[in-house]
């Protein structure tokens, strides 16, 4: 197989700067075609950046290039600018993302993530978190995506939830091909379905499988102290 045309996104040099702060410096990976890709970090090390940076959103030097013409992303922020109040069924907000066959669309995008159709005339607000974080993702996969980018997809919600969501992003990669990047603070999780782990704390600290990138050693670079939780944490799930 040409390793140059299986691969999806090359980042190369990549550095995003604000003002006087260096928010990523000189940072270099590549995803191939498939890969779950998870991006771990202490907070304000770069992660979210990173990725408004591969969207295009954030100015940055270096290059970002993503296979084309038929890569289709689609992206999930960690906060959405939606008050999950509103009067707003979850019909109206996934439509909002459709354009033609809405209908068929929408159907299959629900039962990708396994979500009742019964849901779409609730508001968003009686959905609980996994069934939210769910319609997220239904939301992204919308217009035929074959590149998911989901920042924190399990934030908020409870620990049952969150297994069913990565349960979900790894049936997706299997069943649909997809290319899936995320950003996690939960290493059991990361441990259990990434197939490539980005260590980031502004600069990239390591990248590898997750067997080779998960280790004390490696953890405690990137963590500093607070890195025995999290790897202990991780053990303790097995």
Request: aromatic share 8%.
């Amino acid at each position: 197989m040409d390793d140059k045309k299986d691969t999806v996104l090359a980042v190369k040099n990549l550095s995003v700067v604000f003002g006087a702060d260096v928010v990523i410096g000189q940072l270099s990976f590549e995803v191939k075609r498939g890969e779950y890709l998870t991006i771990i970090g202490p907070n304000g090390s770069g992660k979210t950046t990173l990725f408004r940076a591969l969207i295009g959103v954030v100015p940055y030097t270096g290059s970002v290039e993503w296979a084309s013409p038929d890569i289709r992303i689609g992206y999930v922020p960690q906060k959405l600018d939606i008050e999950r109040n509103v009067p707003l069924s979850l019909r109206d907000f996934l439509i909002s993302k459709t354009e033609k066959n809405g209908g068929k669309d929408l159907m299959a995008a629900l039962e990708l993530v396994h979500l009742s159709p019964a849901l779409l005339e609730k508001p968003l607000g009686s959905l609980s978190g996994g069934e939210f974080q769910r319609a997220l993702v239904a939301f992204a996969l919308l217009g035929d995506t074959n590149v998911l980018l989901f920042d924190e997809p399990t934030a908020g919600v409870d620990k049952p939830s969150e297994e069913q969501i990565y349960e979900t992003l790894h049936r997706l990669q299997d069943k649909k091909g997809l290319t899936i990047l995320t950003i996690s603070h939960d290493l059991s999780l990361v441990n259990r379905y990434a197939d490539k782990v980005l260590c980031l704390n502004r600069q990239g600290i390591c990248f590898g499988v997750p067997e080779e990138v998960l280790r004390s050693e490696t953890l405690a670079e990137l963590y500093g102290k607070e890195h025995y939780k999290f790897f202990h944490h991780l053990h303790d799930e097995h």
